[in-house]
């Protein structure tokens, strides 16, 4: 989708609620309905799922490079339960209609992820429990030369996502592997790292029973320790890391990080609206430095994108404005 991710603060904003509070729960539902309802006017419906027809500005062009599509191969075409949505530039990702679905933390953190790197560059990166592969895909957009190995528990997630590496046509340079990153399965080193690990423990709130949305939530192979671990691991020398958590991890960041014998660089709040305080954080890791703290606000306190992040969508392929 063009305008905005799928799972939008608010809804973050839910999830966090739902997890103290199950009431919550009901005011989701209906509110997904009224999206549901709201947006069934917005999509092409082929006989086997969703295709997003493309919502911007008069007279924006996508950047970047064109995907493959479907090649006449059946698997690239959204099945029953599926939607095939916009993600950078023409480039576009499967999902579930009602799953867990890409979401801002995974725009925001290919955005820092790439932010300070040479773009030219042919370095390789890896994405520990990449899901969907929304981020593993956001970077391999952004760095075209790149080569991009995600890692996850799920094998269906896995398979869609690599049914959206091979709808953008870059199998030749990203690859999802089976398997718990904790298994440690993945070898070699990379120049990047990048991982939305879980935010809640296991126990702390009501899993969902939507497909794929507590392991993606609750962590049921592992937290941020873990993944810091891993990272610390598979990065080069001079690399970098960079993780999205929840602004509750704030001293299990620390803690993971010096366990790990890494350094803390940059520190980056995400805040949904001037204001407010900030729900997650993404914050890059490395061998060496010094930490600097930095703040990324979504909308000023009208409801406006700011020019930060119009910045942040310019740079990863999506229009800087709504279209009206």
């Known amino acids: 989708m063009d305008v905005f991710p799928s799972t939008t603060y608010t809804e973050l904003l839910v999830g966090y609620l739902t997890v103290s509070f199950p009431i919550f729960r009901v ?18 419906s082929s006989p086997r799922g969703i295709i997003r027809p493309p919502r911007r500005p008069p007279g924006w062009e996508a950047p970047g490079p064109a995907p493959a599509g479907s ?20 480039w576009r990702l499967f999902q579930k209609q009602r799953g867990h679905r890409w979401s ?6 290919a955005w820092v992820a790439t932010r300070s790197l040479d773009l030219a560059s042919p370095l390789r990166a890896l994405d ?23 890692i996850e528990a799920q094998p269906d997630r896995a398979a869609m996502g690599r049914r959206s590496i091979a709808y953008n046509g870059v199998e030749g340079r990203c690859r999802i592997v089976d398997g718990d990153l904790r298994d440690d399965r993945i070898t070699g080193s990379f120049e990047l790292v990048t991982g ?40 080069t020398p001079t690399g970098t ?17 010096r366990s790990a014998a890494l350094a803390h660089r940059e520190a980056w709040a995400i805040v949904p609206r001037a204001g407010k305080p900030p729900l997650v954080y993404v914050d890059v890791l490395a061998a060496s430095g010094t930490l600097e703290h930095h703040e990324l606000v979504v909308r000023d306190r009208e409801g406006t994108w700011t020019a930060d992040f119009q910045r942040v969508r310019t740079d990863l392929g999506m229009p800087s404005t709504a279209p009206r």
């Not at 090649?71 to 023409?90: I, K, T």
Request: negative net charge; contains cysteine; hydrophobic residues 40%.
């Open 27 to 44: 005011l989701r539902s209906a509110t997904r309905s009224f999206i549901a309802a709201r947006d069934r006017t917005h999509v092409v």
């Open 104 to 109: 801002l933390d995974d725009l925001v953190t």
């Open 71 to 90: 090649q006449g191969r059946p698997e690239l075409e959204p099945m029953a339960d599926e939607d095939l949505c916009f993600l950078a530039g023409d």
């Open 241 to 257: 890391i960079a993780i999205c958590t929840s602004a509750l991890e704030r001293d299990r960041v620390a803690n993971g990080a």
């Open 196 to 235: 939305t690990p879980p935010y809640f423990p296991i126990g702390t709130g009501t899993e969902s029973e939507k497909t794929h949305a507590a392991p993606a939530r609750f962590e049921h192979r592992g937290g941020v320790e873990d993944y810091l671990a891993i990272a610390a691991r598979r990065v």
């Open 128 to 150: 520990l429990g990449c899901g969907l592969g929304s981020v593993l895909l956001m970077v391999a957009w952004r760095l075209p030369n790149a080569d991009v190995t995600g």
